[in-house]
């Protein structure tokens, strides 16, 4: 089982002399992670690549980095779920020589190609938002 470390973000700032317009701006905020032990090392690993503190590391990937969040993501899990519940009864009353309808057949296999479509429809906003279109 994977330790966890306790890491503040908040280094002891650069001298006046050194320090750039960027990092003149007041930092109040401390801020402590606990991370597993592989992730202490890419994040070490990262740093020391970068030649940057800690502090203008995380501030570059706040800054820089686009976070992009698809609507619709949550409410489309929960209803693939009640699909595959659906799904799931049907066939259990079918393994149960239980009499399942057409019609609740019909209604079940409608309902998963109109979640179908939900899903490509969603795969093509995170395509394009990977490639930027």
């Not at 992670?33 to 590391?57: A, I, M, N, P």
Request: glycine residues 4%.
């Amino acid at each position: 089982m994977a330790s966890h470390f306790t890491t503040s973000l908040v280094v002891p700032p650069p001298s006046p002399r050194e320090r750039s317009p960027a990092m003149k701006r007041k930092r109040s905020h401390n801020v402590s992670v606990r991370l597993s032990d592989e992730e202490y090392e890419r994040l070490q690993y990262k740093l020391s690549h970068s030649g940057l503190t800690l502090t203008e590391f995380l501030i570059n990937a706040i800054n820089k980095q686009k976070i992009n969040y698809v609507k619709g993501y949550i409410p489309l899990i929960a209803e693939l779920k009640r699909h595959g519940n659906n799904l799931n009864q049907l066939t259990h009353r079918i393994n149960e020589y239980s009499e399942v309808t057409q019609q609740e057949i019909n209604n079940t296999l409608q309902e998963c190609r109109e979640c179908y479509k939900k899903i490509y429809q969603m795969t093509v906003k995170v395509t394009n938002l990977i490639l930027g279109d």
